[in-house]
């Protein structure tokens, strides 16, 4: 989790040119931060999506249980904090080991 102007920074830097992300958030000025579902509703209300309509797809503990918490389906990455013994004991919907993985199970 991070501030706003990490996010924004963090995206700029990674993405160059931006508009990658219709939107993003990190921790918010009241505290609340993951596993807390807020975050992800936020996002999905300002995309005016149900929880089923999108995943959440993240590498820790943290990512996952904040989608099981917003009830969305989730997909955890193993190139990021945590390997398969971590991740399987999380029950996430689906476990990719590449980026272009993601694109199989979405």
């Not at 963090?10 to 921790?27: H, I, K, N, T, Y």
Request: net charge negative; with cysteine.
């Amino acid at each position: 989790s991070r501030t706003r102007l990490l996010v924004d920074v963090g995206l700029e830097v990674a993405f160059a040119q931006g508009g990658f992300f219709e939107v993003a958030v990190g921790v918010t000025e009241d505290g609340i931060k993951k596993p807390d579902p807020k975050m992800v509703e936020k996002v999905l209300e300002a995309m005016d999506l149900k929880a089923s309509e999108a995943y959440l797809i993240g590498d820790s503990e943290a990512d996952i249980m904040t989608g099981k918490q917003a009830n969305m389906p989730v997909v955890a990455c193993l190139w990021g904090f945590r390997d398969m013994k971590d991740i399987t004991p999380l029950n996430p919907e689906f476990i990719v080991g590449k980026p272009y993985d993601i694109l199989k199970v979405i």
